[in-house]
């Protein structure tokens, strides 16, 4: 359905799950990917699977929290692919407690990663394509719980709504260099962190209006799109992939 032909993308937490999933669609696609996660291993096997899939990609790992790791990050993907056109920010985490009872260092870890991350990443990625003079595309990984109220996620939902702010925020700057930035907000999805809830995919199967939570490829797919020059004049906006739960929003509990 696209083609990234020529294309060069990075993706960050994409040593399994829904990062994955983005970088083996990209490289069936034809881009050539920088795949990073946290764990090396992980990353390393997850990039053989690609390659033994026909993909051209890399696997750097390492903290995408981290401003100086992030300028490494991208300088190689530069050094190794000669330019970068797309970036999905992907790297995230959830903790899950109570408004009462939640400690700043919960709050501190959430907005290092999926805040201080995600923005300084963007940043580097953009300079970047600015200084190509091709544009560019970049997304960002929001959730449902950014824009519907979720028990004991307060700290999560407020990270993810930020970032959807963030990406109206950078059509303002990002816009007159032809890059776009939009964001995909997820609902629930299968990934190997649900598969040892056995009620996970019952619960959601029950609550969801289309009768099942979402797949990987679901998420990815509509990243795909955002990314794709199919999608060049859409900036600034979020796309929610939840079955429409958000529209009727039962609580799991």
């Known amino acids: 359905m696209f083609s990234f032909d020529n294309q060069v993308a990075l993706v960050t937490g994409a040593g399994q799950g829904i990062g994955y999933e983005i970088c083996v669609q990209l490289a069936e696609c034809g881009a050539a990917v920088v ?57 995230g985490i959830t903790t899950f407690g109570s408004f009462f009872e939640y400690q700043p260092e919960s709050l501190n870890q959430l907005l290092r990663l999926n805040l201080q991350g995600s923005f300084f990443l963007t940043q580097e990625a953009a300079l970047q394509m600015r200084e190509q003079g091709t544009g560019g595309r970049v997304l960002l990984m929001s959730s449902v719980t950014g824009h519907q109220a979720h028990a004991f996620l307060a700290a999560y939902g407020m990270t993810k709504a930020a970032l959807e702010m963030l990406a109206k ?31 996970y995919v019952p619960t959601w199967s029950r609550i969801t209006p289309m009768g099942k939570p979402a797949s990987v490829q679901d998420i990815a797919s509509a990243v795909l799109f955002l990314v794709s020059p199919q999608a060049g004049h859409i900036t600034g906006q979020s796309l929610v992939v939840d079955g429409g739960w958000t529209s009727v929003s039962p609580s799991p509990y």
């Open 35 to 91: 795949l990073n996660d946290l764990d090396d291993t992980l990353a390393q096997q997850a990039a053989e699977r690609i390659r033994e899939r026909g993909g051209r990609v890399i696997a750097i790992a390492g903290d995408a929290s981290d401003v100086s790791f992030i300028r490494v990050l991208v300088s190689e993907a530069v050094a190794r692919f000669g330019k970068l056109d797309i970036l999905v920010a992907n790297a």
């Open 169 to 199: 925020a950078l059509v303002i700057e990002l816009s007159p260099f032809g890059i776009t930035v939009n964001c995909v907000a997820p609902g629930a999805t299968q990934t190997e962190r649900t598969l040892d809830d056995p009620e």
